[in-house]
């Protein structure tokens, strides 16, 4: 059975970089095919796509995001990071690994996630 | 940029059916799907490809999709359902969702 975890620091300081990894194991079927999301929902507010990488390393930006996101993989795919540049209270939020299903097409969903890590930005 | 409009809240008696929509220009010609999220949980895929019910999801969800709005539906809604809901689709390489719509069941 497929298992997704985040992990990396709970709290941040102001214009530091946030960092975080997903690992993903358990089913190794195809998993190099897959795309992978990460998604954030900050304190008492919505979901937000961040961003999301392809098996072949190719990625795609929320436009919102973009000039101060990297996501990246492994060799193994077995781990994808985020790093998330000058932070501010504003990334305050639970971060969530999330693998795409139907590829980053129209018919895109996401029916697997980790549990999710909560990052503070504080000083 | 494209959006997707929920309604922030709503209400339903045990037991009754409750829709929640999700609008967004052209909608019917995209695919949505349904989330439902509750504190300190991760969310579950509750509905997929406008209609589709995942594996182990209850036959009172449903969900439809024409025009603008795409809807997800709880017939004989139980209080286990209380949470929040959030729709998603995808518009030209880029994932959205809606803003999400807290489901209060009493």
């Known amino acids: 059975q497929l298992q997704v975890q985040e992990s990396g620091p709970g709290l941040v300081k102001p214009s530091e970089t946030l960092s975080l990894t997903c690992t993903v194991s358990?089913?190794?079927?195809?998993?190099?095919?897959?795309?992978w999301a990460w998604i954030r929902q900050p304190p008492g507010k919505g979901l937000e796509w961040i961003g999301s990488?392809?098996?072949?390393?190719?990625?795609f930006y929320n436009p919102s995001l973009k000039s101060r996101v990297t996501i990246s993989d492994d060799a193994s795919r077995q781990r994808f990071s985020l790093n998330l540049h000058s932070a501010t209270a504003a990334d305050t939020a639970t971060y969530f690994c999330?693998?795409?299903?139907?590829?980053?097409?129209?018919?895109?969903?996401?029916?697997?996630w980790g549990q999710g890590t909560l990052v503070s930005v504080s000083s | 940029s494209y959006e997707l409009t929920q309604p922030p809240s709503v209400s339903v008696s045990p037991g009754q059916t409750v829709s929640i929509a999700c609008s967004g220009e052209g909608l019917g010609n995209k695919y949505a799907s349904w989330y439902q999220k509750k504190p300190g949980r991760s969310p579950v895929l509750v509905i997929y490809m406008d209609s589709q019910r995942p594996a182990g999801i209850p036959e009172r969800f449903s969900g439809s999709n024409s025009g603008n709005t795409a809807t997800l539906t709880i017939s004989g809604t139980q209080v286990m359902d209380e949470g929040d809901y959030y729709c998603?689709?995808?518009?030209?390489?880029?994932?959205?969702f809606g803003g999400g719509t807290k489901l209060t069941v009493l």
């Open positions: 990488i392809s098996s072949g390393g190719r990625t």
């Open positions: 998603q689709a995808w518009d030209e390489i880029i994932v959205i």
């Open positions: 999330a693998r795409h299903e139907a590829d980053f097409t129209a018919s895109t969903y996401f029916a697997h």
């Open positions: 358990g089913d190794s079927t195809n998993e190099n095919s897959y795309f």
